[in-house]
């Protein structure tokens, strides 16, 4: 989204790459401008950790991240549920992600290639290639498409990875690794 963000955690900074790749986000920021809460009778002072829009709604979501163990302790809970509360009364929502959420299945990892890759990199004079052979095959591996045509498999990635994120071919990134066995479709 084209900004530098700042962050205090791992977690957070794991959370970044699901916003920045996720369809249904239009924006984020980290550290908004927060508000206050009532907690055992006093005004309590929230910075939340995130700050995002969803396209949807276009309406703004504060995000907390915390270690899963530490989102189970009774006072977290206790204080993260005025915290919801104060949110709803302004016409927001607040929601919590932990590691199991922000670091599940091989998605992670896969983003955080997509965005290794996704750089700058102008398209490769092979583009319609690697495209045509995944047109072809239908079903095929990054791998296999660097040993048919003959190319790096860094290339082939760039290239896979900009198809993907144009939209021009769909791969199960969820659930398959992208630099192992990905089988992309076209």
Do not use: W
């Given at each position: 989204?084209?900004?530098?963000?700042?962050?205090?955690?791992?977690?957070?900074?794991?959370a970044?790459?699901?916003?920045?790749?996720?369809?249904?986000?239009?924006?984020?920021?980290?550290?908004?401008?927060?508000?206050?809460?009532?907690?055992?009778?006093?005004k309590?002072?929230?910075?939340p950790?995130?700050?995002?829009?969803?396209?949807?709604?276009?309406s703004p979501?504060?995000?907390?991240?915390?270690?899963?163990?530490?989102?189970?302790?009774p006072?977290?809970?206790t204080r993260?549920?005025?915290?919801?509360?104060?949110?709803?009364?302004?016409?927001?929502?607040?929601i919590?992600?932990t590691e199991?959420k922000?670091?599940k299945?091989?998605y992670?990892?896969?983003?955080?290639?997509f965005?290794?890759?996704s750089?700058?990199?102008?398209?490769?004079?092979?583009?319609?290639d690697?495209?045509n052979v995944?047109?072809?095959?239908?079903?095929?591996?990054i791998?296999d498409?660097?040993?048919?045509?003959?190319?790096?498999?860094?290339?082939?990635?760039?290239?896979?990875i900009?198809l993907?994120?144009n939209?021009?071919?769909?791969?199960?990134?969820?659930?398959?690794?992208?630099?192992?066995?990905?089988n992309?479709?076209?």
């Amino acid at each position: 989204m084209n900004q530098i963000i700042t962050v205090e955690s791992s977690l957070e900074y794991l959370a970044c790459f699901h916003f920045e790749y996720s369809d249904d986000i239009v924006s984020f920021e980290s550290q908004p401008k927060g508000f206050c809460y009532l907690f055992n009778d006093k005004k309590c002072r929230y910075t939340p950790d995130f700050k995002i829009v969803f396209k949807k709604s276009n309406s703004p979501c504060f995000v907390e991240i915390k270690p899963y163990a530490k989102a189970g302790h009774p006072d977290f809970i206790t204080r993260f549920s005025a915290k919801v509360e104060t949110a709803r009364a302004i016409n927001s929502n607040l929601i919590l992600l932990t590691e199991k959420k922000l670091s599940k299945g091989p998605y992670i990892s896969n983003l955080k290639i997509f965005h290794r890759y996704s750089g700058f990199h102008e398209e490769s004079e092979h583009a319609l290639d690697i495209f045509n052979v995944i047109k072809e095959y239908k079903i095929i591996s990054i791998q296999d498409i660097a040993v048919k045509l003959r190319l790096e498999l860094t290339l082939v990635m760039i290239e896979v990875i900009r198809l993907l994120k144009n939209k021009f071919i769909s791969a199960d990134i969820r659930n398959e690794h992208i630099n192992q066995l990905l089988n992309v479709r076209s």
